[in-house]
């Protein structure tokens, strides 16, 4: 029901910052976008997916995963139909692939995601 693009992504030195964004793509429009809980999510190697971050659809309710709470912030700009995720204090365990994700219904941490964009890459160097 809705398709997603993350960008932003990059070669950063430790303790740099990066912006990533998540936005709609194909033929999902920016209103249907703007509708849709988002999450963050990062993928290390040989390391098991880790939820980041989320922001609702409505309201101001955020919540983090407790390896970046403090350092990430995630926000939603509806004028221009994006997600994102403010990234600061970068370190190498921070070295991931991240994506963002959409879903209908709103559970914090524990919300299920029904559909992912393809990943954005961000490495952190020492």
């Known amino acids: 029901q809705v398709q997603l693009v993350e960008s932003g992504g990059g070669l950063v030195q430790a303790g740099g910052s990066l912006r990533l964004s998540c936005a709609a793509s194909?033929?999902?429009?920016?209103?249907?976008?703007?509708?849709?809980?988002i999450g963050w999510f990062r993928q290390a190697p040989g390391k098991e997916r880790e939820h980041v971050a989320a922001?609702?659809?409505?309201?101001?309710?955020?919540v983090y995963g407790d390896s970046v709470k403090d350092r990430f912030t995630i926000s939603r700009d509806i004028a221009k139909n994006t997600v994102y995720l403010q990234m600061n204090s970068l370190n190498p365990e921070d070295t991931a692939v991240y994506y963002c994700?959409?879903?209908?219904?709103?559970?914090?941490?524990?919300?299920?995601?029904?559909?992912w964009g393809q990943g954005t890459q961000v490495t952190v160097s020492s």
């Open positions: 994700a959409a879903s209908w219904d709103w559970a914090g941490l524990l919300t299920k995601y029904e559909n």
């Open positions: 194909g033929r999902t429009s920016g209103r249907t976008f703007n509708n849709y809980n």
């Open positions: 922001i609702a659809s409505v309201g101001p309710y955020t």
